[in-house]
């Protein structure tokens, strides 16, 4: 997929392929660190359920410098419209390493 992708100059078909977990994978370039795979949620809405019940508002983005903020899942009342717009020019400076937590309150 990724090779078809680069002949096509069409980016994002290797994680079209195998999908959103691959994608959320981070690695870091710090020692000891640069030779980790830290895996994202692997079942975000189980996740997102488990906390709305204990009455969390929340929501699970992946954002970085290649493809702006991807919302994985959130519990009800977020508006995700607002968020994307938000995080999408990556305002964390999250890039090739590990992705910090980065937590947006409504005033």
């Known amino acids: 997929a990724t090779v078809l992708g680069k002949l096509l100059h069409h980016k994002g078909w290797f994680y079209a392929v195998v999908g959103p977990v691959a994608k959320a994978v981070d690695s870091d370039k710090v020692m000891p660190y640069d030779a980790c795979l830290v895996p994202g949620p692997l079942d975000v809405e189980a996740s997102v ?8 508002r929340i929501s699970v983005v992946d954002v970085n410098d290649v493809s702006g903020a991807e919302i994985l899942g959130s519990t009800a009342g977020i508006d995700e419209d607002w968020l994307r717009r938000s995080l999408e020019d990556n305002p ?13 309150m409504l005033e």
């Open 92 to 104: 964390a400076g999250n890039d090739d390493s590990m992705t910090p937590i980065v937590v947006v």
């Open 49 to 56: 359920a488990a906390l709305a019940r204990k009455g969390a």
